[in-house]
């Protein structure tokens, strides 16, 4: 694990402070699952969304 720091504005601060306290795990497990679900969406988010699309049968394919 690398250490950074980042800047955030006061109301997300407040927002992750509360956050922290509900659920009870520290600042930065939040931050780091957030920087995680970004990636995910980038990196595979189109391709889940056409799968689940289609298992759905919302889109449909023509040949």
């Keep these: 694990m690398v250490r ?3 800047s955030l ?3 997300d ?3 992750l402070v509360a956050e ?6 520290s600042i930065s497990a ?3 699952d957030a920087v995680a679900k970004v990636w995910e969406t980038a990196r595979f ?3 889940i969304n056409r ?3 289609a298992l759905a049968g919302t889109v449909r394919y023509s040949s």
């Design 4 to 6: 950074t720091q980042i």
């Design 9 to 11: 504005t006061e109301a």
């Design 13 to 15: 601060r407040r927002l």
């Design 20 to 25: 922290a306290a509900r659920t009870g795990r």
């Design 45 to 47: 988010g189109t391709r």
């Design 51 to 53: 799968s689940r699309e």
């Design 30 to 32: 939040l931050i780091e």
